[in-house]
């Protein structure tokens, strides 16, 4: 196993993700930051941030992929969200469930760090997420 998560007692709990990982592998990927683009670099889901998860989750299993990896070999993820307010965690959330079963992302997640910020790539973008895997 490459991977293994944990969520040591005392940690704040309980939380939708691991508070630990611990990558033994010797191969590291790190998967840049996607938004919700398609190849051509057009736009998706404009305005709709549970859509704009979905598609950004789906870009990062191609990078993930082209790499021999997936999200069963991820120790962290990082997501950043324009203008974040805890209302919008319902909808964050929802996107991150639409493409679990899909894409093969463990629940609970992989630790991860959701981060506010004022402004992304784009205007159109409102997340993008990193994916840090390491491989045997």
Known sequence: ?????????GMFQPVPYHHVSIGTGTRQVHVAGQIARDAEGNPLAT????????????NTALGLAGAGAGFSDVVRLRFFVTHWSPEKIDDFMAGIEHVADELGIPRPLPPLSLIGVDYLFEPDVLVE???FAVLD
């Open 1 to 9: 196993m490459t991977v293994q998560m944990l969520s040591p007692e």
């Open 47 to 58: 305005g709709d941030l549970t859509g704009q998860v979905v598609q950004a989750l789906r």
């Open 129 to 131: 997420v990193e994916a």
